[in-house]
């Protein structure tokens, strides 16, 4: 794992930590401010958590740099790669996620197709980042 690796990863963690403020701090928080202090923690009571934010987008932005090296094709443009990568990663934890939670917990089918559709976009936007910080990317 190169130099390269590190500040990609960085910078992913970092992306993953706006993207997801913007998806559930900004877009959302209409649809959850009724759970708050029933299905959800108050915004006083999640502060003490916060830090288990910063290592989940830690995961996520290494995780994702990491994978997007395996993930890698030539002859494809920079961007069909990163959407493509994104979308993959959606499929295989947002989507997966929020449905598990819909199944489980009384949220309506309103704010799941929310969470679904905005986190699906964030994670297509978060693959189009980390294929133009790629090294090996071919020109568009």
């Given at each position: 794992?190169d130099?390269?690796?590190?500040?990609?990863?960085?910078?992913?963690?970092?992306a993953t930590?706006?993207?997801?403020?913007?998806?559930?701090?900004?877009?959302?928080?209409?649809?959850?401010?009724?759970?708050?202090?029933t299905?959800?923690?108050?915004?006083?009571?999640?502060?003490?958590?916060f830090?288990?934010?910063?290592?989940?987008?830690?995961?996520?932005?290494?995780?994702?740099?990491?994978l997007?090296?395996?993930?890698?094709?030539?002859?494809?443009?920079?961007?069909a790669?990163?959407?493509?990568?994104?979308?993959?990663?959606?499929?295989?934890?947002?989507?997966?996620?929020?449905?598990?939670?819909?199944?489980i917990?009384p949220?309506?089918?309103?704010?799941?197709?929310?969470?679904?559709?905005?986190?699906?976009?964030?994670?297509?936007?978060?693959?189009?980042l980390?294929?133009?910080?790629?090294?090996?990317?071919?020109?568009?």
């Amino acid at each position: 794992m190169d130099k390269r690796f590190w500040i990609c990863g960085l910078a992913m963690s970092v992306a993953t930590l706006l993207t997801g403020y913007a998806v559930h701090g900004g877009l959302l928080a209409a649809d959850y401010a009724p759970l708050y202090g029933t299905l959800l923690r108050t915004p006083e009571q999640q502060e003490p958590y916060f830090a288990w934010l910063i290592v989940a987008d830690l995961l996520i932005g290494f995780a994702m740099t990491w994978l997007y090296r395996f993930g890698f094709s030539e002859g494809r443009s920079t961007a069909a790669q990163g959407l493509r990568f994104g979308f993959a990663i959606a499929l295989l934890a947002a989507v997966p996620l929020h449905l598990i939670y819909y199944a489980i917990q009384p949220l309506s089918g309103a704010l799941v197709a929310k969470q679904v559709a905005f986190d699906t976009i964030r994670f297509m936007l978060l693959g189009l980042l980390i294929a133009y910080l790629q090294p090996r990317r071919p020109v568009l």
